[in-house]
């Protein structure tokens, strides 16, 4: 309890418009010192990547860097005697070789780096790896009777007819259905390879599955060409990456052709045995790995326990870490994104597995299982736009980017996979005034699609400059800075820095209160509830696992605490961290 005293609970958010219109009227509350203190920055460079889905001109020139700052001549770029150019971002006087005819004259063009490798860009693999583990086997009651699909049922239901005579039913159950989470996962899964036929019938569709050992069955055409893993082999890194790689050669019909064989194949799955999870999740991302923009969606009811990347209560969780960290990578060099979807009230230690998913640029569910047909259909209806996507951001030199101890206006960061719902966004400061009234922004994403072709795209915007206070807080966006907002504490708080998380949400809180509070806008009033409901989940878990604490805990060093808040986290809080990690502007429109 003493932990969880270093921050107060988060307070009631209003409930209504109403509430928030009477905020006007209200002395603003007294609240800690930690929390006065805390400065917000709405001075905001927001990166929406699903501009990458839309095509952007074609500049058919050269790129032409500044010389210092790196920054590519664009459209708002001023050349002087024809052969000057004067960067618009630090300054410095370039010579320049360009007829104004090969002067950029969008704000955002892009630059052909390599043709596309393959003819069309939905021809991509989509691999279900599946857990098949005992624990699979765990039923739930259902009102009514329902005809549930598993090929292993009905041939036992055929062998026990021989010995009963009628219904066999416990008094007061005899409208009521039974499904394992096998049945229901069956039937989500068959769902998806009958929509994807129809919608997408040129993709590859394959599964994995786990238990014991680890089964590459691909598009299930050919049974003979299942790769089987187990024993020792399950703790051999690079034998597993091999046998996956070569398990292509069990994607050779489109999902429309082969989707009888792999429906059929997916009913005949029978649970039992430990969860070797780490080992299929590599095998899969190597089977999915050789086309870009491929997606791998694991299934699974509770924590590895066998082969690499075990995370049982035995394992070494930094070896186990190691290994998804080294998975995430592979994923993203190949532009294969990583989806995990675990069930409620299973322990799946999702605030290790969940990076998978977080460093790939895919999402983390957590469901009942009567409810994964919906959560299936939601993972796959955010396809990858583009993968190996590398962004160098540059500002005005009088404006720096507030991260690490170094005050740069170049930032540059690797990103990997995004789909249309990704946004980024990243605060800077001001080291002078001296610039005009209006201040240039640049970001380089260099990006492959769907179809391989690699670009480099160039966005360059000029934007007006206020030094009024006030005006500046008229102008918030109110959708994008809780955006910003819900992103940071949750970085903070996955990174075990609970205090400073929930220290922001206040912060913010109170200075978005005070925006919309003044506002006529009945938009951003109902922007800002949503935001207040989404700090507050993520503060009554962080609060919840603070009262969890020894007091000790916060008189050790900051790594200590952090690590040891990590290995602590359940998994309801790993995925509201990581649900509020992808929040987006249009999470509170």
Not at 268 to 282: D, K, N, S
Not at 507 to 512: Q, V
Request: charge should be negative.
């Amino acid at each position: 309890a003493a932990a969880a005293a270093a921050v107060p609970s988060a307070p009631p958010a209003p409930s209504s418009l109403s509430a928030i219109r009477r905020l006007k009227m209200k002395p603003r509350a007294a609240t800690s010192s930690a929390v006065q203190r805390q400065q917000i920055n709405t001075n905001t460079f927001a990166l929406k990547l699903n501009t990458l889905k839309d095509n952007a001109p074609v500049h058919t020139g050269d790129l032409v860097p500044c010389s210092k700052c790196k920054a590519i001549f664009n459209c708002h770029s001023k050349v002087h005697d024809n052969t000057v150019w004067e960067c618009e971002f630090c300054g410095t006087k370039n010579e320049i070789d360009l007829d104004p005819e090969e002067y950029p004259k969008e704000d955002s063009v892009d630059f052909i780096l390599a043709p596309a490798a393959c003819a069309a860009e939905d021809d991509i693999n989509i691999v279900f790896c599946l857990d098949v583990s005992g624990s699979m086997c765990t039923s739930t009651e259902v009102q009514g009777r329902h005809n549930v699909r598993n090929e292993s049922l009905r041939r036992l239901n055929q062998s026990l007819r021989a010995f009963r005579e009628g219904p066999q039913h416990m008094p007061g159950h005899e409208n009521v259905t039974y499904i394992s989470r096998l049945q229901a996962m069956q039937g989500a899964v068959s769902n998806q390879i009958k929509s994807m036929a129809v919608q997408h019938p040129k993709r590859h569709l394959g599964l994995v599955t786990f238990c014991n050992e680890v089964q590459v069955r691909g598009d299930c055409t050919v049974p003979a060409n299942t790769v089987v893993l187990s024993g020792d082999r399950l703790q051999n890194k690079d034998e597993l990456l091999q046998k996956g790689t070569e398990a292509v050669a069990t994607l050779q019909m489109p999902v429309d052709k082969a989707q009888d064989k792999i429906t059929a194949a997916l009913f005949e799955l029978e649970e039992g045995g430990q969860t070797a999870l780490g080992p299929a999740v590599l095998a899969a991302v190597a089977l999915a790995s050789t086309k870009p923009a491929s997606q791998v969606v694991v299934c699974t009811d509770g924590a590895a326990n066998l082969g690499v990347g075990a995370l049982d209560e035995e394992a070494d969780l930094d070896a186990a870490n190691a290994f998804y960290t080294e998975v995430s990578e592979l994923a993203r060099s190949k532009g294969v994104s990583v989806s995990v979807l675990t069930l409620e009230d299973e322990n799946c230690r999702l605030a290790n597995l969940g990076n998978l998913a977080d460093q790939t640029g895919g999402s983390v569910e957590r469901v009942n299982p009567l409810n994964m047909a919906d959560n299936f259909a939601a993972l796959l209806s955010k396809p990858v736009i583009a993968s190996k996507v590398a962004v160098t951001m540059i500002l005005h030199s009088q404006l720096y980017f507030c991260s690490g101890d170094q005050q740069d206006s170049v930032r540059q960061e690797e990103i990997g996979n995004v789909n249309e719902d990704d946004e980024k966004y990243y605060e800077y400061g001001i080291r002078s005034n001296a610039f005009g009234e209006m201040v240039p922004f640049q970001v380089q994403i260099t990006y492959t699609r769907p179809n391989g072709m690699v670009c480099q795209r160039v966005i360059t915007k000029m934007q007006p400059v206020t030094r009024n206070r006030e005006e500046a807080r008229r102008h918030v966006n109110v959708a994008m800075a809780s955006a910003n907002a819900a992103q940071q504490c949750a970085r903070l708080a996955q990174n075990g820095d609970y205090e400073s998380a929930r220290r922001n949400a206040f912060g913010w809180r109170n200075y978005l209160g005070r925006k919309v509070a003044e506002s006529e806008d009945v938009g951003e009033q109902e922007q800002y509830l949503k935001f207040q409901s989404a700090m507050r989940d993520l503060d009554t878990d962080l609060q919840e696992a603070q009262s969890l604490e020894a007091p000790s805990l916060l008189q050790a060093p900051e790594d200590v605490r952090h690590g040891s808040r990590e290995r602590a986290r359940s998994d309801r809080g790993a995925h509201t961290i990581y649900a509020t990690k992808k929040m987006n502007s249009k999470s509170f429109k």
